[in-house]
């Protein structure tokens, strides 16, 4: 810890800086030390609240789904409960880091105030760029980790059962990682790439007005996939039968996909479904990445007019 | 030294800065005068490197500053007209940062922040955010950022702004103390009282355009005025003062 108290280069110093304060948007009104923690321990326990409930819910017929299926021999329907259940865990990890990342939508890119507010500092524009980009990389990478955590430790227990065409603990907790992980990669990365095109498309004085827009439509959407994947795992056998007529196209179909293949399954569809989220998690950093590497270059200028509301973020004039 | 040549700007066309050259040598305070609107703060933005010259260019120690951008600044202390700091971070963070995007090592750092805020008298108020800080005291803070790694030249746009009588008065005998150990020194204000007292040299500025650009004794001999007020009336052509006031009076009461 004694490293780190200590004075680095301009690129650690600047990360440092913007770490510390990534989630102090625009939005916020005063710096809140309590905000960190709070959405973290949000998506720590949420995603592992899911099965928590479940598991102690007072309705019987949920606190022992497997085990009545189990005791029934019924291995199509076990099968079925399990995919549900990481469908609906899938849904809902991807719905908590779209609205973590609609959050920080302030945060993603530097802003004009941190340009004047650095101007007289012997710092490069493209250096605040990296800064914010890498700042913003480590900070998911920890609520990755954060998120995955219980989900991996507890599903595999949670979704065991004679039904496993492979029983091994870390195989299934390892799977639950990867597939929850390149889920939120490829969410995060999207919201990204979905910034950095409007920062480069839209007009520089239609982009605040633009972004809000586009902002309260994803959190509806998010908010309503987090309510709805409440519902998920109830679904049935024959629902899951349906599930390449209409969830081919649905992003935490694929990543369900994966984690079914990763486990053993070797369903056709849901090998597809895998090779989707492979690729989709691929083109979303791609996107990420290029588009923060392709942004305009902040200027002076561009910070100032940003200031008196001529402009967007980051927009040279 | 720092060597301004021909250094013009236009925006969309329109010359608001036009060939404006003078040197600055070390020990020197040279101050940089001119009326609203005459392109003293773009001037400065140029030399600093936050706005790209039109035309002609900046050298320091023989070096065109554009070659090594943030080599020139790290020995460039500059505090601008308009305070921009982030808001959340209190004053004692602000300078943190600053220092350390400065490189200065941790130990000195905060011994040298303690010193600064104690003798700004902005210890009481060093873990409040900006946000809740005065004019004066967000000028403050940008000074104690200026001086924390002991540049070789000092910028100062419109240094008073929002200062009281006491601490103008520290920043005077600061900067003749810094200018006796050999450090530069540019002054840029329309406040001439001040200007007359600390500066050795004076570049008049005038519509973009350099009208003096000489020593304030030679000026007071050669255009016969007692004060530099005066010959800044001469050069730029000022409205009358007392004329002016009078019609405001007049449209106030009728």
Same mark, same amino acid.
């Given at each position: 810890?004694?490293?780190?108290?200590?004075?680095?280069?301009?690129?650690?110093?600047?990360?440092?800086?913007?770490?510390?304060?990534?989630?102090?948007?625009?939005?916020?009104?005063?710096?809140?030390?309590?905000?960190?923690?709070?959405?973290?321990?949000?998506?720590?326990?949420?995603?592992?609240?899911?099965?928590?409930?479940?598991?102690?819910?007072?309705?019987?017929?949920?606190?022992?789904?497997?085990?009545?299926?189990?005791?029934?021999?019924?291995?199509?329907?076990?099968?079925?409960?399990?995919?549900?259940?990481?469908?609906?865990?899938?849904?809902?990890?991807?719905?908590?880091?779209?609205?973590?990342?609609?959050?920080?939508?302030?945060?993603?890119?530097?802003?004009?105030?941190?340009?004047?507010?650095?101007?007289?500092?012997?710092?490069?524009?493209?250096?605040?760029?990296?800064?914010?980009?890498?700042?913003?990389?480590?900070?998911?990478?920890?609520?990755?980790?954060?998120?995955?955590?219980?989900?991996?430790?507890?599903?595999?227990?949670?979704?065991?059962?004679?039904?496993?065409?492979?029983?091994?603990?870390?195989?299934?907790?390892?799977?639950?990682?990867?597939?929850?992980?390149?889920?939120?990669?490829?969410?995060?990365?999207?919201?990204?790439?979905?910034?950095?095109?409007?920062?480069?498309?839209?007009?520089?004085?239609?982009?605040?007005?633009?972004?809000?827009?586009?902002?309260?439509?994803?959190?509806?959407?998010?908010?309503?996939?987090?309510?709805?994947?409440?519902?998920?795992?109830?679904?049935?056998?024959?629902?899951?039968?349906?599930?390449?007529?209409?969830?081919?196209?649905?992003?935490?179909?694929?990543?369900?996909?994966?984690?079914?293949?990763?486990?053993?399954?070797?369903?056709?569809?849901?090998?597809?479904?895998?090779?989707?989220?492979?690729?989709?998690?691929?083109?979303?950093?791609?996107?990420?990445?290029?588009?923060?590497?392709?942004?305009?270059?902040?200027?002076?200028?561009?910070?100032?007019?940003?200031?008196?509301?001529?402009?967007?973020?980051?927009?040279?004039? | 030294? +720092? &060597?301004?040549?021909?250094?013009?700007? @236009? !925006?969309? $066309?329109?010359? %608001?800065? *036009? #060939?404006?050259?003078?040197?600055?040598?070390?020990?020197?305070?040279?101050?940089?005068?001119?009326?609203?609107?005459?392109?003293?703060?773009?001037?400065?933005?140029?030399?600093?490197?936050? +706005? &790209?010259?039109?035309?002609?260019?900046? @050298? !320091?120690? $023989?070096?065109? %500053?554009? *070659? #090594?951008?943030?080599?020139?600044?790290?020995?460039?202390?500059?505090?601008?007209?308009?305070?921009?700091?982030?808001?959340?971070?209190?004053?004692?963070?602000?300078?943190?940062?600053?220092?350390?995007?400065?490189?200065?090592?941790?130990?000195?750092?905060?011994?040298?922040?303690?010193?600064?805020?104690?003798?700004?008298?902005?210890?009481?108020?060093?873990?409040?955010?900006?946000?809740?800080?005065?004019?004066?005291?967000?000028?403050?803070?940008?000074?104690?950022?200026?001086?924390?790694?002991?540049?070789?030249?000092?910028?100062?746009?419109?240094?008073?702004?929002?200062?009281?009588?006491?601490?103008?008065?520290?920043?005077?005998?600061?900067?003749?103390?810094?200018?006796?150990?050999?450090?530069?020194?540019?002054?840029?204000?329309?406040?001439?009282?001040?200007?007359?007292?600390?500066?050795?040299?004076?570049?008049?500025?005038?519509?973009?355009?350099?009208?003096?650009?000489?020593?304030?004794?030679?000026?007071?001999?050669?255009?016969?005025?007692?004060?530099?007020?005066?010959?800044?009336?001469?050069?730029?052509?000022?409205?009358?003062?007392?004329?002016?006031?009078?019609?405001?009076?007049?449209?106030?009461?009728?």
């Amino acid at each position: 810890m004694k490293w780190l108290e200590e004075t680095h280069g301009v690129q650690f110093e600047l990360v440092r800086h913007f770490l510390g304060r990534i989630l102090d948007g625009e939005w916020s009104s005063s710096p809140g030390q309590w905000r960190p923690a709070a959405i973290g321990l949000f998506s720590l326990f949420l995603p592992a609240g899911l099965l928590l409930v479940r598991e102690g819910a007072m309705n019987a017929n949920y606190a022992s789904k497997y085990l009545r299926l189990a005791m029934a021999a019924d291995r199509a329907g076990i099968r079925a409960a399990a995919i549900a259940d990481e469908a609906a865990l899938i849904t809902l990890v991807v719905c908590v880091t779209g609205l973590i990342a609609l959050l920080e939508w302030q945060s993603l890119f530097p802003t004009g105030r941190d340009y004047l507010a650095l101007a007289s500092l012997p710092v490069r524009s493209w250096q605040i760029f990296t800064a914010r980009f890498i700042s913003m990389l480590l900070f998911s990478t920890a609520i990755i980790a954060a998120m995955n955590v219980l989900p991996s430790l507890i599903a595999p227990i949670e979704f065991g059962g004679g039904w496993q065409l492979d029983s091994s603990y870390w195989r299934h907790a390892g799977a639950q990682a990867l597939s929850s992980g390149l889920a939120y990669l490829f969410v995060f990365f999207t919201i990204v790439a979905l910034q950095g095109v409007l920062l480069n498309v839209v007009p520089a004085s239609l982009f605040t007005r633009v972004s809000v827009y586009v902002q309260g439509a994803l959190a509806g959407l998010f908010l309503l996939g987090g309510f709805y994947s409440w519902s998920i795992k109830e679904w049935r056998p024959e629902i899951i039968a349906r599930l390449p007529e209409f969830g081919a196209w649905l992003p935490p179909v694929w990543f369900t996909g994966l984690h079914q293949t990763l486990t053993g399954e070797r369903d056709a569809f849901f090998t597809t479904m895998a090779q989707r989220a492979l690729i989709a998690s691929g083109i979303a950093v791609t996107l990420g990445v290029a588009t923060d590497l392709g942004i305009k270059e902040l200027t002076y200028a561009g910070a100032e007019a940003e200031l008196r509301g001529l402009s967007g973020p980051g927009f040279p004039v | 030294m +720092l &060597e301004v040549c021909s250094l013009t700007k @236009r !925006f969309n $066309g329109i010359p %608001v800065v *036009e #060939d404006v050259s003078f040197t600055l040598k070390p020990g020197e305070i040279l101050g940089y005068v001119g009326p609203n609107g005459a392109g003293k703060t773009t001037t400065v933005k140029m030399i600093i490197g936050l +706005l &790209e010259p039109s035309e002609g260019q900046v @050298r !320091f120690q $023989g070096r065109s %500053v554009i *070659e #090594d951008l943030p080599s020139f600044q790290a020995r460039v202390g500059y505090v601008p007209e308009e305070p921009q700091l982030y808001p959340h971070l209190s004053g004692r963070e602000y300078l943190q940062l600053a220092g350390r995007l400065r490189g200065l090592p941790r130990t000195i750092l905060e011994s040298k922040i303690d010193e600064l805020l104690r003798l700004f008298s902005l210890w009481e108020d060093r873990h409040c955010p900006v946000s809740a800080y005065s004019k004066g005291m967000r000028q403050k803070i940008l000074l104690s950022a200026a001086l924390l790694h002991n540049p070789d030249l000092l910028i100062l746009d419109e240094p008073l702004s929002g200062l009281d009588v006491t601490t103008a008065l520290v920043l005077r005998e600061l900067l003749e103390g810094l200018a006796a150990r050999g450090r530069m020194i540019l002054y840029s204000s329309h406040v001439l009282d001040v200007l007359e007292k600390v500066c050795s040299r004076v570049v008049i500025l005038s519509k973009g355009r350099v009208v003096a650009h000489d020593s304030i004794a030679h000026l007071r001999e050669t255009m016969h005025e007692s004060s530099l007020e005066g010959i800044f009336g001469q050069l730029t052509r000022e409205q009358n003062h007392r004329a002016v006031a009078a019609d405001i009076l007049e449209v106030m009461q009728t």
